[in-house]
């Protein structure tokens, strides 16, 4: 079945420093799946920071952005300056061709540093 | 205004009894989920539905019953509870069971069962 892989439970980066947090996906049903981006600030619920439904891709929100390489089946998250308002659970998920489910990756929880 | 309700935001149940789930969505959505959190896991998707019938159920077990008495409601009954159903449960909608839609999340209820 299709998968989802973030392979940091938890990152810790230094305020204003670049940040990338890896997403890698397996998809076998027909078709390219769309791509999410959902985070979790503290205290607060779930929602969607940015997704991508066509593969090549880019997708931006909140100075965040991730492209759709559906070559290396990745979709990376990345912001050039961090700041500490972005500590949080980000999730990435996708959902299949025809299909209603996410399916979501562990979660890697970032913490800034100031 | 919060616009997913679900209730209670936190149950503490025994083992073998029953509960329900409540979720109500105040969007317009016409499609609507049940995803499962336990600790250490990621997200899990159980059931979506479309205009109030089902349309996936990853959910084994039969002791999971959604339950939509109403549109914008989707309610998840559990059965003969165990300890391994302490999660935390969320609810979602979305505009149509389309792959493009975005999914919303409700804030959860967390459920503990002893």
């Known amino acids: 079945g299709d998968s989802v892989t973030q392979t940091e439970g938890q990152v810790t980066v230094s305020e204003s420093k670049s940040l990338i947090i890896n997403c890698t996906y397996s998809a076998t049903s027909i078709g390219y799946p769309n791509l999410f981006w959902y985070v979790r600030y503290p205290g607060e619920g779930l929602q969607l920071l940015l997704k991508?439904?066509?593969?090549?891709q880019k997708g931006s929100s909140r100075g965040f952005e991730a492209t759709y390489n559906k070559e290396a089946t990745s979709f990376h998250l990345q912001k050039a300056s961090v700041q500490e308002s972005d500590s949080a659970v980000y999730y990435c998920a996708l959902r299949g061709y025809n299909q209603g489910k996410l399916i979501f990756g562990q979660g890697t929880k970032l913490s800034i540093k100031p | 205004d919060p616009k997913i309700i679900q209730k209670p935001k936190y149950l503490v149940a025994v083992t073998g009894s029953e509960k329900i789930l409540i979720c109500e969505q105040y969007l317009g959505h016409n499609a609507m989920y049940w995803y499962r959190q336990s600790a250490k896991k990621p997200l899990e998707f159980m059931f979506s539905y479309s205009y109030q019938k089902l349309m996936d159920n990853q959910t084994a077990s039969s002791r999971f019953q959604p339950q939509s008495s109403k549109k914008n409601h989707l309610d998840l009954q559990i059965t003969a509870l165990k300890p391994d159903d302490s999660a935390t449960y969320f609810c979602?909608?979305?505009?149509?069971?389309?792959?493009?839609?975005?999914?919303?999340f409700g804030p959860g209820t967390r459920l503990l069962v002893l």
């Open positions: 979602a909608s979305s505009q149509d069971w389309i792959n493009q839609d975005t999914q919303y």
């Open positions: 991508v439904i066509t593969a090549g």
